[in-house]
Each structure stands twice: as structure tokens, then as C-alpha cells.
Nanobody, 126 residues
Framework: QVQLVESGGGLVQAGGSLRLSCAGS????????IGWFRQAPGKQREGISC????????WYADSVKGRFSISREYAKNTVDLQMNRVKSEDTGVYYC???????????????????WGQGTQVTVSS
């Protein structure tokens, strides 16, 4: 049974940093594309970053480029999202997701992912 658990969310001041982790069981993260998504209040879930297993490439949404960094932490068996210089618009529930087939580069689209965590809340105070 596949399970994903996000952790590291919380309340942070604008300009601060936060590190989210995505831990999984029932599958091997090294063999799959992994994506991070967020859903702000009243908005649709959007892709913000992903990492591809085939060439270890990464993708970032323009809104987080240069501030967020995704990484595979092999020692911890997690995929982390380092969030720096956070802004109030970064507030939302953050989800990690796994592309079961991972036959191409990672996608920012929700429909490309098969397994999802429950999410972790990030609130940025101004």
C-alpha cells in the first residue's frame, strides 16, 4: 500500500524559510517523478516544483523560481522542498505526489500524478 506523508509545514513570517519533506512507503521514490503542489484558499491546486527520475532534472513555477528548491534526500528517503524568502502568496496546503509510471520528464499537471499525500499547511504572516 502506497502512502505519502508531508511534514514541515507551519507558520512563518514573510521573508523567512521553511523546509517541507515528503516521505513515502510502499514504493521507492528513486524510481519515480515526484511533484510538489499547493492549494491556496479558494484556488485550484497548482504545481510548483517537480523532479524527474530519468535525468534528475527539476522544474519550478515562475512564482517560486529562485526561492524554492526541490531535492531528493537519499539518506532520509524523502523529497524535500526548501522554501526561502517566503511571501504571503505562498500560503496554502502543500502536497507531494508521485507519478507511478514516470516514463517522461516530470509534469506540473495534477493529472500526471497517481499517489498523493494528505498535505501540510503553510501559513505566511506579513
Amino acid at each position: 500500500q502506497v502512502q505519502l506523508v508531508e511534514s514541515g509545514g507551519g507558520l512563518v513570517q514573510a521573508g523567512g524559510s521553511l523546509r517541507l519533506s515528503c516521505a513515502g512507503s510502499g514504493f521507492t521514490p528513486d524510481f519515480h517523478n515526484i511533484g510538489w503542489f499547493r492549494q491556496a484558499p479558494g484556488k485550484q491546486r497548482e504545481g510548483i516544483s517537480c523532479t524527474s527520475v530519468r535525468d534528475n532534472s527539476t522544474w519550478y513555477a515562475d512564482s517560486v523560481k529562485g526561492r524554492f528548491s526541490i531535492s531528493r534526500e537519499y539518506a532520509k528517503n524523502t523529497v524535500d522542498l526548501q522554501m526561502n524568502r517566503v511571501k504571503s502568496e505562498d500560503t496554502g496546503v502543500y502536497y507531494c505526489a508521485v507519478d507511478r509510471e514516470s516514463t517522461s520528464r516530470c509534469s506540473p499537471e495534477v493529472d500526471a500524478y497517481d499517489w498523493w499525500g494528505q498535505g501540510t499547511q503553510v501559513t505566511v504572516s506579513s
